[in-house]
């Protein structure tokens, strides 16, 4: 399997990650193939992506994926948060989905629900419909949830599950989804966004049995000059 070199701009490290390769076997193959991103030639990593790969190669190989770790970019407006998580998904091969948590977003629009065809004999049928993040959990993903500080109450609610220890998405129809170990959760926000997280009760370590769990969500800035 090819892995894909990331420099550290200091010069004291490297970090090798091995690509992702869709099994054709997939359902959903021919789409999830459309989303790997094109790489951009005119990109310039100022070390976001060393920093990112690094976190990326430690949860996988130190934590096996055990410790819900999501990575989340501060930056300000026009930064190009979502470019440099978007570039990596190039770079590795990764089917790339960016869902912005803000506007009218609810948590139907992320999980699903049921709607109404017409049967074909002059009724109705209903079928389940997945939701945006429902679609790109069912393989292997990077997930952008873009503008974490503009998503409401009702939306974090209903991804708490699947960021903490659980790792699990509950949709209304009663599936369960598991998060995936080649499905990788990031976020973007600005700045003035941390009082908005604590919606999610993730600013401080909440105890469990066996001891105190730590928040899902590490925060980094940009190597910008």
């Given amino acids: 399997m090819a ?34 991103p094109t790489v951009d030639e005119n990109y ?12 990326i190669k430690s949860k996988k190989e130190t934590f096996d994926n055990e410790i819900p770790i999501h990575i989340a970019l501060k930056g300000h407006m026009g930064t190009g948060k979502d470019h440099d998580i978007e570039q990596l998904a190039a770079k590795l091969k990764f089917p790339y989905y960016r869902i912005p948590l803000s506007g009218e977003v609810r948590d139907v629009t992320l999980l699903g629900s049921v709607q109404l065809y017409g049967d074909g004999i002059g009724g109705t049928d209903s079928k389940w419909q997945d939701g945006e993040l429902t679609r790109a959990l069912r ?16 939306v974090l609610f209903a991804l708490h599950s699947l960021l903490d220890r ?22 973007t926000m600005n700045p003035t966004s941390l009082a908005q997280l604590a919606l999610l009760n ?19 800035g940009q190597v910008i000059f």
């Fill in 202 to 220: 993730q600013q401080r370590p909440k105890r469990v049995p066996g001891g105190l769990h730590p928040s899902p969500w590490l925060i980094i």
């Fill in 139 to 154: 393989g292997p993903s990077f997930v952008n949830l873009s503008e974490l500080n503009a998503a409401g109450p009702e």
């Fill in 44 to 55: 310039v990593d100022l070390g976001t992506q060393y920093k990112l790969a690094k976190i």
């Fill in 3 to 36: 892995k894909q070199l990331f420099k550290d701009p200091n010069g004291k490290d490297n970090v090798s990650i091995e690509e992702c390769v869709l099994d054709k076997k997939i359902e959903d193959f021919e789409s999830r193939l459309e989303r790997i």
């Fill in 166 to 187: 659980h790792k699990k998405l509950e949709l209304p129809n009663g599936e369960v989804i598991e998060l995936r170990n080649d499905t990788f959760i990031f976020g």
